[in-house]
């Protein structure tokens, strides 16, 4: 508490000196539209680079997806129609992506359907139990959530050259399987196991962020509360069922749709860990994305456009029935 | 007696150990914890010790496989006639003795070497009687080398990603809590939408529309300036959630007193909401210094001159066409690393008790 | 509002012209070199004298990362930003950008000392007889073998003119010989693969500049696809590894895990500090198919972008490097393959090379004269990096099971296309 107060109070001093500058400034501006409009004042900064580096690239996306040619600047493209939506759903059959011109964007897809889920179901799985855990009455509690939040501050790159450097042929995990006589393995070379490690790697890098949220969940859960089952005599699981899940969902519910959002964006590690291989095993929607407009030469903006418009689809679907389900939750 | 002592010395640390606040005797569900903590702290923290260890062996030792738990060196001699030291070798002879000798030259499964005793005579060895003597070395050359590769340009990456973090963040800071005191604070027409507009910028991959945003970027003129990379990632949608949440915890009769003093609606944003939303403040500062210390693709394309590579920039430079320069990626790896578990030491305890307090409902 | 509007400009604007880097005064011409081998140093240390020569004229040289040259730079060269020169490796594919210098330099000179890959700079037009620059370095691919290993199983090494069969039997029994992990590996990169595909026939591309998936193709693939399943090749390279992604693992040749590796000359100049004497080592002659023995070229021009504030200038400065004196010097002390006719026929001294190194450029330098006009052609195409990116994508979806290798041919075809239409 009294980190806190003295944390405000440092800030206070700091903002205070600029805010002589912009304090008359800002009167005078409110003189100026009337307090009616000030809410807008407060929004214009933020809403311009929300337009501008949002809103508006969405926007030349849509424009992309529906022309043609490798330019860049909309007024050099010719408009082309939905012809990249069509070599996209260019299959012989709808079955088997092999028979799909772009194959690649189904099996992506595919993957990124199996991936999604399982890793987030890890991913809070994981949280949520390290979380209680660290909510218990421990030695070393500031110690253990420093070690579980490291591997968030490391940038993706830096996870998957490690990683990598860890999982190769004669990297150390083999050396390791080695002396205690297992038999090495060449991890990154199978569909499954690359698969498991893209699970396995992401989690690891990605837990210890929602492994705080949920912490600073179950932390805002009143102690008199477990007390009273404690006088009950209830059961642990019961309590963690009766008591700790209910109070805990709407933090689990802002977990689980930021752990959603960001699974589907995964790509910076597996891209470097195993460049969506082995085959296209570990190639997610967003690298598929990224392969055709940016690292292929000529670049094809239209065709990755209208593969990220449909991922968005696809992602706005799944937030509406989301929030469907959430609601009709709460009237419960 | 000596029993005894180890008896009491045993008992003192499972009391120790045991010894909890509130209750004294642990039940299962705690050794369960440390059996899950533990666990867990091997798993998180072995891959990021093995790197740093791994950052102070010297590129030969790194190759090997199996690879050696600490950094090793050959051990080497300077033999009068050769100008280079010689790497040393104990050499089981045909009687089954052990020598230590020089080697001059390997070819295949035979190497040559020499006593260093006894420099005028050759010896031929087969390479599988020889072992190399070896001692514990830290390499600290690869940071050196680190220095110099880069040219000195080392300071400019640092200088480079500080200022576009803390930019970006203060930045961040003051736009998002005033879009958020907007949100939060008044009633007005179309705030719900601009906060489904802000929120809705949540679900679009960056890498998604990084070509448009390039091209932004570039109408702006702003490519090789470090400006490139600050403005697109300011308007963070995160920022605005959670300070909005906490700020819609604060009693509006703080405001309404504010007013009657005739305090400025920028005063009473100034001067009173955003000092009681420090600790949200600090949560997204946090998120926001780690997302753009660690920022890749925009910086890759933005910043393309070497006076403008950030930290991230340079690492990934080490991973070439030619390979993977392994000792300065390591070395990199922890260099930049580091700054952030100081950052995270210094500011853990806001973490929590900041999201705690941001009452996400 | 319109205060605050003006005074946020004003602020912003003084903090971003703090912020940047860029002094753009007079007749500055910037040029970009990859960060790989000397980097740009000696292209640094010539342009002293032609700023002598030139006052006024301030010449900058960056080293930037590879990535950045073949991932941001035609992004950029889009938007109209970049460099005014830049050193490249996709010739062709680039065309669009380039400025037309033939009034700046010696054009006769540049003619005679690079005639056909002055072709490869032009993207396709056969009509025109513009000059867009200079090549700097011929690079060729080629096989490193471990002599050592060849010699402990007492294998004998093939002749020139040898098979690639021949050379995968010959590693083979190296490696079962001697414990050597893999007979042979090679880059997972198609420029790599085309090597072996236009040997065993494969056109790759016709007169006309469109795609050609033929037998030679499918019959390379398919060898490629049956090394890997008899463990002649591992998957760790062509397997593990998805997408377009370049990856290589000329490690292993370093560290004897391969008696064979597939390249090329460019990794030559790490040999001697790498390999020193732990083992004896060669560049092989090209390895035959059934069509030809040839290996792809390769290598960077200079070239000067249109979007150049002083093009002519940097025209000029393109001249200086390409006088005879100034390529010799580069040459010799980047211990590369020079590009120019007189040079190749004239050979280059390279004093700070080996004499395994040097006898290595040799034999990399005598594959330029054996080499198929397919893989000229090929070179020279402007969609020869959409068609090595759809080899290296398919191939290894064969290799995953996740194709036949019908279907990859089909695919590779399609791709192709899709990536001519898109630059249409």
């Avoid at chain 1, 006088?231 to 642990?236: E, L, R, V």
């Avoid at chain 2, 300077?78 to 100008?83: A, L, S, T």
């Avoid at chain 2, 609606?265 to 997204?284: D, G, M, N, T, Y």
């Avoid at chain 3, 732990?278 to 030809?292: K, R, T």
């Amino acid at each position: 508490m009294s980190a806190r107060s003295q944390f405000a109070a440092a800030t206070g001093t700091i903002a205070a000196l600029p805010a002589r500058l912009i304090e008359p400034l800002m009167y005078g501006l409110q003189r100026l539209v009337g307090i009616k409009r000030m809410p807008w004042v407060f929004l214009i900064p933020n809403l311009t680079a929300v337009v501008l580096f949002a809103l508006l690239p969405v926007f030349i996306n849509i424009f992309y997806s529906v022309s043609g040619s490798d330019r860049l600047f909309p007024w050099d493209r010719p408009l082309i129609g939905g012809a990249n939506y069509a070599t996209l759903f260019d299959c012989g059959n709808y079955l088997d992506p092999s028979t799909c011109s772009r194959d690649l964007f189904w099996r992506a897809l595919g993957n990124t359907t199996v991936f999604v889920p399982i890793q987030v179901t890890v991913m809070i799985g994981v949280a949520l139990i390290t979380a209680l855990c660290l909510n218990r009455e421990i030695r070393g509690r500031g110690f253990f959530r420093g070690i579980f939040f490291f591997p968030v501050m490391l940038s993706p790159v830096v996870v998957a050259l490690m990683w990598q450097w860890i999982l190769q042929r004669n990297g150390a995990l083999n050396g390791l399987m080695g002396a205690v006589g297992l038999t090495p393995v060449n991890w990154l070379v199978f569909p499954n196991t690359a698969f498991f490690w893209s699970v396995f790697i992401t989690v690891w890098a990605h837990m210890g962020f929602y492994t705080i949220i949920l912490l600073a969940g179950l932390q805002a859960i009143p102690r008199d509360v477990y007390e009273a089952a404690r006088m009950d005599s209830a059961s642990p699981w019961r309590s963690f069922t009766k008591i700790t899940l209910p109070l805990l969902k709407p933090v689990l519910l802002v977990v689980f749709i930021l752990a959603v959002i960001r699974s589907v964006q995964t790509f910076d590690e597996l891209y470097v860990l195993t460049g969506g291989g082995p085959g296209s095993a570990t190639m997610l929607m967003v690298q598929y994305i990224y392969e055709v407009g940016f690292a292929s030469q000529p670049r094809n903006f239209g065709l990755a456009a209208a593969a990220s418009l449909l991922l968005g689809l696809a992602l706005l679907i799944f937030t509406a029935i989301q929030m469907r389900i959430s609601r009709g939750g709460a009237n419960d | 007696m000596t029993d005894l002592g180890v008896v009491k010395t045993g008992s003192s640390i499972g009391a120790f150990i045991t010894r909890r606040r509130g209750r004294k005797k642990l039940d299962w569900t705690d050794w369960l914890t440390y059996v899950y903590l533990l666990l867990g702290l091997v798993i998180m923290f072995t891959p990021v010790l093995w790197v740093v260890v791994s950052s102070f062996k010297t590129p030969a030792n790194l190759t090997e496989f199996p690879p050696t738990l600490l950094p090793y060196a050959a051990e080497t001699v300077i033999v009068e006639g050769h100008d280079a030291p010689l790497p040393l070798f104990d050499v089981t002879t045909e009687e089954g003795e052990t020598v230590r000798l020089a080697q001059l030259r390997r070819v295949g499964i035979n190497a040559q070497m020499i006593d260093p005793a006894n420099p005028e005579e050759r010896l031929t060895i087969p390479v599988e009687n020889a072992q190399p003597v070896r001692q514990i070395y830290l390499a600290g050359e690869n940071y050196t080398n680190l220095l110099s590769s880069t040219g000195g340009m080392i300071w400019r990456y640092v200088f480079n990603s500080l200022f576009i973090t803390i930019v970006a963040t203060i930045i961040t800071l003051i736009m998002n809590s005033m879009a958020a005191f907007a949100l939060s604070k008044y009633r007005f027409r179309g705030s719900n939408m601009a906060l489904v507009a802000i929120l809705a910028t949540l679900m679009i991959p960056a890498t998604v529309v990084l070509v448009p945003t390039y091209m932004i970027v570039a109408q702006l003129g702003l490519v090789g300036n470090l400006w490139g990379v600050i403005l697109p990632t300011v308007a963070t949608p995160t920022g605005v959630f959670l300070l909005r949440q906490y700020m819609l915890t604060i009693p509006d009769e703080l405001i309404e007193a504010a007013r009657m003093d005739h305090a400025s609606e920028w005063r009473i944003f100034w001067r009173i909401i955003l000092p009681l939303s420090a600790p949200a403040l600090a949560v997204v500062a946090i998120f926001s210094i780690l997302s753009r210390w660690n920022d890749f693709l925009l910086p890759l394309v933005v910043l393309t001159r070497r006076e403008s590579y950030t930290l991230q920039l340079a690492l990934a430079s080490f991973s070439t066409e030619y390979g993977i320069r392994y000792d300065l990626l390591l070395a990199m790896t922890t260099l930049t690393a580091l700054p952030l578990a100081f950052a995270f030491i210094f500011l853990q305890r806001y973490i929590t008790s900041g999201i705690a307090s941001t009452g996400i409902k | 509002m319109l205060r605050m509007t003006l005074t946020t400009t004003t602020a912003l604007a003084l903090l971003m012209t703090s912020a940047s880097v860029t002094t753009a005064f007079g007749q500055t011409i910037t040029l970009w070199a990859g960060d790989t081998g000397t980097g740009g140093e000696i292209f640094a240390e010539l342009a002293e004298q032609f700023e002598a020569e030139n006052p006024g004229v301030d010449v900058v040289v960056e080293e930037v990362s590879y990535q950045t040259l073949v991932e941001s730079l035609p992004v950029q060269l889009e938007a109209g930003e970049g460099p005014d020169i830049a050193i490249i490796t996709d010739l062709g594919g680039l065309s669009r950008f380039y400025a037309d210098i033939t009034d700046s330099v010696d054009a006769d000179y540049f003619e005679q000392e690079w005639g056909q890959t002055l072709g490869w700079l032009r993207g396709g037009d056969t009509e025109t007889t513009a000059i867009f620059g200079m090549p700097t370095t011929l690079t060729v691919n080629g096989g490193y073998v471990n002599l050592t290993l060849f010699e402990q199983a007492g294998v004998p090494v093939p002749e020139e003119g040898a098979t690639w069969e021949e050379w995968a039997e010959a590693t083979r029994q190296v490696a079962e010989a001697t414990g050597t992990e893999f007979p042979m590996e090679m880059d997972r990169s198609g420029h790599r693969f085309a090597s072996l595909a236009i040997s065993y026939g494969a056109e790759l591309v016709d007169e006309a500049g469109n795609p050609v998936v033929d037998d030679g193709l499918k019959a390379a693939i398919e060898q490629f696809v049956t090394w890997h399943q008899d463990g002649t090749m591992p998957m760790d390279l062509w397997g593990a590894v998805g997408g377009a992604t370049h990856r290589e693992l000329f490690s292993d040749f370093l560290n004897a895990d391969t008696v064979m590796y597939f390249g090329g000359s460019w990794t030559l100049a790490q040999m001697d500090t790498e390999v020193g004497d732990l083992f004896d080592w060669a560049v092989i002659p090209a390895p035959c198919g059934p069509s030809s023995c040839t290996v792809m070229p390769g290598g960077g021009a200079m070239t000067v972008f249109s979007h150049s504030q002083n093009p002519d200038i940097a025209g000029q400065l393109i001249d200086f490097y390409a006088r005879p004196e100034n390529l010799d010097y580069y040459i010799s002390n980047e211990v590369e393959i020079p590009s120019a006719v007189s040079q190749i026929e004239n050979g280059v001294e390279y004093p700070s090379a080996s004499e395994r190194t040097s006898e290595a450029l040799a034999t990399f330098i005598a594959q330029i004269p054996k080499m198929d006009d397919a893989a000229y052609r090929f070179q020279g195409w402007r969609y020869q990096r959409a068609m090595m990116n759809a080899m290296t994508t398919r191939i290894s979806q064969v290799l995953n099971n996740e194709l036949t290798v019908d279907e990859a041919l089909v695919r590779i075809e399609e791709d192709v296309n899709l990536a001519i239409q898109a630059g249409g």
